[in-house]
């Protein structure tokens, strides 16, 4: 087979071609169950497979108070997707144990349903960034669906559960000790709040105030922290990043929100302002390398998608958009804090999704 192009001609390969194609509707299925894993996490479906009993789509119905069809078609989806196991011989279906602590287990450190939920919203509203990349615009995070909003939270929050009091924090020089006696600590980007009241929970002694420009996510947070019993020591406020009030900071931390600002520059140089001199600034981003090579894999394949749909168009949509984007890597985040005024820079710690760095005065 032979394509004419503007020039010059281009042989295809039939062989790769269709398995260029098969990939594809592998593809169009995986996008296809990102909503069905969105279903099952609302229907309860997960939930009440957890317990390991094979179940037929009947069954599966009747516990979950759904139609059986739905029930059905939607156990078939997951078994040719390898989400559950199938048997012929029964026609029953079961959630492996595994699956069941990544899709069932809210305190799993592998909880997953708010990712999906996160990717869910993200794509519908696709036709937004559309129409904002052919004129240059952005969309900021405030015009997107609640989906985004609150499968952000729940993703982030099974990553902060895990790392967060038991990894990052102590591999910070000093940070610990300093929050067991009593810190001041500002949460700049905050959303629902998640981070800051975890720290508030683990640390009493401490103060924590909280920052973020969407009001919605604000309101959020504080009924969050009167929820948790932490209210007396953690106070939020709506701010952009380079307004945030307060000054002797202990600690400062941005957790997965710096690539998100317009001016992360302009954030670092208020961080600077508002920190002690012996203080810390805490900065999480995403899992990248510094070349497009490094990020070539699975998970940054993803951090581009959100790059594209999310994040680059929630900068882009504020004042100087400089729209580093979901994978800058550690050499352009460096650039926004030495350019903001700190003048050391070390990575603390990494996992499979986060790069986490120590930030200085």
């Known amino acids: 087979m032979t394509i004419q192009a503007d020039s010059p001609a281009r042989t295809v390969d039939p062989d790769k071609l269709m398995a260029f194609v098969f990939r594809a509707v592998e593809e169009v299925g995986a996008t296809l169950n990102t909503a069905l894993v969105v279903m099952g996490d609302r229907l309860g479906y997960y939930r009440t497979l957890a317990d390991g009993r094979p179940t037929t789509p009947a069954e599966l119905a009747e516990r979950t108070g759904t139609g059986e069809p739905y029930?059905?078609?939607?156990?078939?989806?997951?078994?040719?997707?390898?989400?559950?196991?199938?048997?012929?011989?029964?026609r029953r279906y079961t959630l492996p144990a595994e699956h069941a602590a990544a899709l069932a287990d809210p305190t799993s450190p592998a909880y997953l349903p708010g990712f999906f939920q996160l990717a869910?919203?993200?794509?519908?509203?696709?036709?937004?960034?559309?129409?904002?990349?052919?004129?240059g615009d952005g969309v900021g995070w405030h015009a997107h669906n609640g989906d985004v909003h609150h499968g952000c939270e729940r993703f982030f929050r099974t990553m902060y559960n895990g790392h967060l009091v038991h990894d990052w924090l102590p591999a910070l020089t000093g940070v610990v000790a300093k929050l067991e006696a009593g810190a001041r600590v500002a949460d700049v980007g905050c959303g629902h709040g998640a981070s800051t009241i975890l720290?508030?929970?683990?640390?009493?002694?401490?103060?924590?105030?909280?920052?973020?420009?969407?009001?919605?996510?604000?309101?959020?947070?504080?009924?969050?922290?009167?929820?948790?019993?932490?209210?007396d020591r953690v106070s939020f406020e709506v701010a952009p990043a380079s307004a945030f009030t307060g000054t002797g900071y202990d600690l400062v931390a941005t957790f997965d929100a710096l690539h998100d600002m317009g001016d992360p520059v302009g954030a670092a140089r208020h961080v600077r302002q508002a920190i002690a001199d012996d203080g810390t600034w805490l900065v999480?981003?995403?899992?990248?390398?510094?070349?497009?090579?490094?990020?070539?894999?699975?998970?940054?394949?993803?951090?581009?998608?959100f790059s594209t749909l999310l994040c680059?168009?929630?900068?882009?949509?504020?004042?100087?958009?400089?729209?580093?984007?979901?994978?800058?890597?550690?050499?352009?985040?460096?650039?926004?804090?030495?350019?903001?005024?700190?003048?050391?820079?070390?990575?603390?710690?990494?996992?499979?999704?986060?790069?986490?760095?120590?930030?200085?005065?």
């Open 312 to 361: 680059t168009p929630a900068s882009l949509s504020q004042e100087v958009g400089l729209a580093l984007g979901t994978q800058a890597g550690p050499a352009r985040i460096r650039d926004v804090a030495t350019t903001g005024g700190f003048t050391s820079f070390a990575t603390a710690a990494t996992t499979p999704f986060n790069n986490v760095f120590e930030i200085r005065p």
């Open 71 to 90: 029930a059905r078609e939607w156990l078939s989806a997951q078994a040719a997707g390898g989400y559950v196991t199938y048997d012929p011989a029964t």
């Open 199 to 231: 720290m508030a929970q683990t640390f009493p002694r401490s103060t924590f105030v909280g920052s973020d420009y969407h009001a919605e996510s604000i309101e959020v947070a504080r009924s969050r922290a009167a929820e948790a019993g932490v209210a």
């Open 284 to 305: 999480v981003e995403p899992m990248a390398g510094d070349r497009v090579e490094d990020n070539l894999h699975p998970v940054g394949r993803t951090y581009y998608g």
């Open 120 to 135: 869910a919203g993200t794509v519908r509203d696709a036709p937004d960034v559309l129409t904002a990349a052919t004129d």
